[in-house]
């Protein structure tokens, strides 16, 4: 049983681009959050998809936006890319009851020049 | 906003030694979590104590929760090099539930052979 996948394991992009990041949840799980986490931080909130909606939302700009696919998987995009950009991306996933517990994957490290 | 918030340490310990580090948080919580994370890749989920719960136990780990304090302690008994990593906090909250986890900015275990 695979766990989180996330796909490119790696980046790096120049100011002004813009990125997507994949995330393929954990078997069985239908419910995606995402998490940026700049070097020597903890994870921050960016937001979670569940029935291909958008449901929360944390504190980022609307340079970042995401999609959800009817097999689950999720993607990432941010515009307009910042230095300040440049973190690890990691997504998690979950079954929508609260009481669930989140599965994480390995992450995508973004290195904007 | 980031609600926990561990005491930013960095712990060097001898292999057998024990490692505690503790963690705050600001607002009502319904459960708090500890995460690990080795050299920057994905997290790790160690244990889970719920709001309700003073302490709980899980192999060598053992977690407190004081709620009127809005604290809680990891202690990592008997350590072995293989515990070297960053361990993080991180808290569910209504309404939000586990989906939307606040982080703090982790503590950096080095356990020495």
Known sequence: DAGVTQSPTHLIKTRGQQVTLRCSPKSGHDTVSWYQQALGQGPQFIFQYY?????QRGNFPDRFSGHQFPNYS???NVNALLLGDSALYLCASSGLTSSDEQYFGPGTRLTVT | SQQGEEDPQALSIQEGENATMNCSYKTSINNLQ???QNSGRGLVHLILIRSNEREKHSGRLRVTLDTSKKSSSLLITASRAADTASYFCATASAPYGN???AFGKGNQV???P
Do not use: D
Request: glycine share 0%; charged share 45%; proline share 0%.
């Open chain 1, 51 to 55: 029935e291909e909606e958008e449901r």
């Open chain 1, 74 to 76: 999720s993607e990432l």
């Open chain 2, 34 to 36: 500890w995460y690990r």
């Open chain 2, 99 to 101: 989906n939307r986890l």
């Open chain 2, 110 to 112: 080095v356990v020495i």
